[in-house]
Each structure stands twice: as structure tokens, then as C-alpha cells.
């Protein structure tokens, strides 16, 4: 975060970050407030944005210590435009599943962000496919993320649609909102799921008590309508292989919903799954736990397959993409302890 610019004319600062706290928040210091929203900074650098009269709420410069209220308008601004207002193309190399005039199709690594945001102002899949394409269209929204119909969180992998031409722009973002996409993601999760096959429905939103996380909400009081429907694939009774098949595509979807199943993502940080949530005390296990942490140092989540109609010739497309090395090793060191080792009884449920 750049806070060297003191600049007290509102004629002169840029609005970099804006966010609206909702109904529920409770009053909260701006600067615990700002960091649960930048995941890429500190609260020192935030606490040093507002001493330089950055940090502004429904218009006036506060200091770190304001409580934050629901209604307020909390807004980082700067004298400088925001940096990633302008895309630099970058040859950044790309695994491409297919490629045309109108879409471009990728199957991205784990660690590649989507678009430039805050704290990630280069290296980011925008900034690749801008090399790849000129002029990719922005879409009606007029945010610059050039070409993204849909995202994949950071550290998931796997299959993406992108526009390379307006046509492709509208026609496909079209398609993820008529939920007329087909998409199947593999995720490995903590414990035995009951139930060899299901539906999860529940409006997810930001969560109430942690803003850095989405929540779901039962009664659809908060947040947007989803649906996840998943397969059990694999049983190793401390986790379970799932795929799961989108029909609505909110924020951290899966993450949220399998959480709420009461099966977090293996080795999910922001949603509790890089904790040891099903298994022994034994020191082995927990050994053996760390390692398949270090095998796969990310959220298990993989965008395995992506179908969708052509934006110029009507045909059904459809792409996938293998089970990267990091989650099959998950998989296999699994399928060698269960084998050695029976769960305990209170362990298989």
C-alpha cells in the first residue's frame, strides 16, 4: 500500500478501495476493518495509510482507531491513480487448452491471481492474456479485468474460459449468468461424507463475524441464492474425494458450502482446513498430516472440466483438465496410510 502521499486536496486523490459495511457489522477499528478486506498488506501499512490522511469514511480522513459503523463508507484514496487502471502486457507463460479470435481457453496454476487488485498490481492472468491478445474487452461493468467472464480463486487450478472479443464478452458472460456453463470441480475434503451424492442450497455472503471469509445463510437474509451439487469419488475416511458441479458461481462457493457440509477443504486456510479436523492424536498422524501439507501447500480445489456454447459458431465446446500432482500426491499418501493403518472406529463415523 503506497502511503507516502499526503495529500489533503480532494481535488487531487483517487479512490483505490472502497467498501460499504453492511447491517450487520458491529463497531470495529478501521484499520482491523480495511485488513479484513486487503488480504495482501498489513495493518501496520494501513495504520500508516491513515495517519497520512488516506484512509477516509463516508468522505473525511479518519485515523486508525475510528470505529467503524454499519453504513460507513470506508474508502483508501491516494494522489496517484490506481496502478492497475493501466494493463502493461506481460509474457507471462500461459498452459492455453485452446485458442481463437473469440476465446481463449486456459487451464491456470496454482498462485496465479486472476486480475490486478491490491498488492498484485503485476503477474496476474490479465496481465498474460494482454500479451496474448490485444484489445481484449473489458465488458459493461467497466472494471479493468479485461476479458474475465469468471475467475478461479488464486490458489485454484484448473480450467478458465476468457472473451478475446466483445462478441465473446457479452455472449459468454451471458452464459455463466443463465448458469448454462457446465462446470465440475475435484476437491479433497476433511472427513467422511455421509452421503455418496447431494445438493447443497444456501445464499452465500460475507460472513457476519469474519469479513475476510463468505458465509452461508439459511434463511436468505444476507448474500446471493447457490447451489453445489456433489459425488463422493474417493473414500479414505479422514478425507473424502468429491466433485462437485456448479449450478450458481458466488465467491469461495465450494470453499463456503463444504464447510457448511461440516467438510472443509484440506489444507483450506481462511476456511479452517489447515488444521488437523479428522484423525489421531498419534504423533505418526500428525507427521503424516504436515507432510501431505507441505505435498500440497494450497486449498485442494480443482477446476476440472468447463463446457460451454461457442460465442461466434453456436458449438458446444467442452474442456478438461488432469488432477494436478500436488492433489494426486494428497490422494496417493492417503491411499498408502489408509491401507496400512484401519481408522479408528470413532474416526470412521
Not at 457476519?208 to 441464492?225: C, I, N, P, T, Y
Not at 505435498?295 to 494436478?324: M, N
Amino acid at each position: 500500500m503506497d502511503e507516502q502521499h499526503d495529500s489533503t486536496s480532494n481535488d487531487e486523490l483517487y479512490v483505490h478501495h472502497s467498501f460499504t459495511a453492511d447491517k450487520g457489522q458491529n463497531p470495529l477499528r478501521v484499520d482491523k476493518f480495511l485488513f479484513n478486506f486487503l488480504e495482501d498488506t498489513s495493518r501496520s501499512r494501513i495504520q500508516k495509510a491513515a495517519d497520512a490522511g488516506s484512509i477516509h469514511v463516508n468522505g473525511l480522513p479518519v485515523k486508525s482507531n475510528y470505529k467503524v459503523k454499519a453504513g460507513d463508507t470506508v474508502e483508501l484514496v491516494l494522489a496517484d491513480p490506481p496502478r492497475d487502471s493501466e494493463i502493461v502486457p506481460e509474457n507471462i507463460p500461459l498452459d492455453l487448452l485452446y485458442r481463437d479470435e473469440h476465446v481463449i481457453v486456459v487451464n491456470k496454476e496454482a498462485g496465479l491471481v486472476c486480475h490486478p487488485g491490491h498488492g498484485n498490481y503485476t503477474g496476474t492472468l490479465v496481465h498474460a492474456l494482454a500479451y496474448l491478445a490485444e484489445n481484449l474487452p473489458v465488458g459493461s461493468s467497466g472494471e479493468e479485468r479485461p476479458g474475465l467472464v469468471h475467475r478461479l480463486d488464486k490458489n485454484t487450478t484448473g480450467v478458465m474460459v476468457v472473451a478475446a472479443s466483445e462478441l465473446a464478452m457479452s455472449h459468454l458472460a451471458k452464459q455463466f449468468y443463465d448458469r448454462t456453463t457446465q462446470r465440475e470441480y475435484i476437491a479433497i475434503v476433511w472427513g467422511n461424507v455421509k452421503e455418496d451424492e447431494g445438493t447443497i442450497t444456501g445464499h452465500i455472503g460475507r460472513s457476519l463475524s469474519d469479513r475476510l471469509q463468505m458465509a452461508v445463510f439459511e434463511d436468505g437474509s444476507e448474500g446471493k441464492h447457490a447451489v453445489t451439487h456433489y459425488k463422493v469419488l474417493q473414500r479414505f475416511g479422514y478425507v473424502t474425494v468429491v466433485s462437485c458441479k456448479l449450478e450458481t458461481g458466488r465467491t469461495h462457493q465450494i470453499r463456503v458450502h463444504m464447510k457448511y457440509l461440516g467438510h472443509p477443504l484440506f489444507n483450506d486456510e481462511r476456511y479452517g482446513g489447515d488444521k488437523i479436523l479428522k484423525g489421531t492424536t498419534f504423533t505418526k498422524y500428525k507427521q503424516f498430516i504436515i507432510n501431505c501439507f507441505k505435498a500440497c501447500p494450497r486449498h485442494a480445489l480443482h477446476a476440472k472440466s468447463l463446457g460451454f456454447t461457442h460465442p461466434k459458431t453456436g458449438e458446444q465446446h467442452r474442456y478438461e483438465s488432469v488432477l494436478p500432482e500436488d492433489m494426486q500426491e494428497v490422494i496417493r499418501k492417503f491411499d498408502s496410510y489408509t491401507s496400512a493403518v484401519e481408522p479408528h472406529k470413532d474416526e470412521e463415523e
